[in-house]
């Protein structure tokens, strides 16, 4: 199995990245209402920060957002649990198919080069963030150079000339 259908799979909701039960059940190769039901008979693995049931108006909002959602789980009056890379992994001891134990490494392995992808993009922010304020820097610096010269001009336009001032001639007609 590769690892980037299960990627796209991958959602970030109440600001953490889970997999919802009809993705996994489809991964694992047993039904939605199967798995559901084995995490209902098996709820104390689950707390909060493992799995999750999304309210209707995150549903709604997913819906909304995603377009790779299968039409006919867009329209289910039942909203999904949401699972977390820990909730994920204790699917594994749930459900103990030779399937879900290759379909949760895999699993597993996304969630490793989802997280190397973030700190990856969260170094180069930083990078380009120091950049930005060298830059910023120096511009700021050529700016009150600049304003520094612009005054200094308008004081010597100001100034009256310095020399000695010729008498005007006169114009003699011959």
């Known amino acids: ?87 994920v992994a204790m699917l594994s001891g749930v459900l103990r198919s030779d399937v879900a134990v290759q379909a949760n490494i895999n699993i597993m392995r996304a969630f490793v080069v989802l997280r190397q992808y973030a700190f990856e993009y969260k170094e180069l922010n930083q990078k380009i963030e120091e950049y930005m304020l060298k830059t910023d820097t120096k511009i700021s610096n050529i700016n009150v150079v600049i304003d520094e010269l612009i005054a200094k001009k308008r004081a010597l336009d100001s100034m009256p000339p310095v020399g000695y001032k010729l008498p005007e001639k006169k114009n003699v007609k011959a």
Request: proline share 6%; net charge neutral; charged share 30%.
């Open 1 to 87: 199995m590769e690892l980037s259908p299960i990627q796209s799979k991958i959602y970030e909701i109440r600001g953490k990245r889970v997999m919802l039960d009809f993705d996994l059940a489809s991964i694992y190769e047993v039904e939605t209402r199967r798995l559901k039901e084995q995490v209902r008979r098996n709820i104390e693995r689950f707390p909060y920060d493992f799995m999750f049931q999304l309210t209707k108006m995150e549903w709604v909002e997913l819906i909304a957002k995603c377009d790779k959602l299968p039409d006919n789980i867009k329209h289910s009056p039942i909203t999904p649990f949401a699972f977390t890379q820990e909730g």
